[in-house]
């Protein structure tokens, strides 16, 4: 089972995914928490764990800002625009001169969800 959601705290769009242990009647209460800002985003009766990972677009988007902030380049206004509910969260900053970076504490927290941003 696997479906779509958006964390109502940082708005980021999630992919929220049962991966069964084939347990027969081993159903517990499990929840899965978003991956940047740690809300709680599901909650369901599984006989495995639940996992929850960026949507695609939304790991590209971050991908997409992170290549630019390292390459120093400035972001087309729609790429910005699109990052808006990052910016507001805390996801992205923006820096003075209007350059967007990613802090060390996302990226740490999408290593650790088996989605880092790659380093062209
Ligand atoms: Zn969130």
Known sequence: MSYETECPRCKTLLVVTERSMGVPGGQEKEQGYCPLCREE?????????IVVKLAESQ????QTIFNASRLGIPLPPHVVASAAN??????????DDGKLNIPIN???ALVSHHQPLKKY
């Open 86 to 95: 990052f910016i507001a969260s805390g996801i992205v900053t923006i820096a």
């Open 106 to 108: 996302v990226q740490h």
């Open 59 to 62: 790991h590209q988007l971050l």
């Open 41 to 49: 985003v599901a909650e369901f009766m599984t006989d495995g764990f």
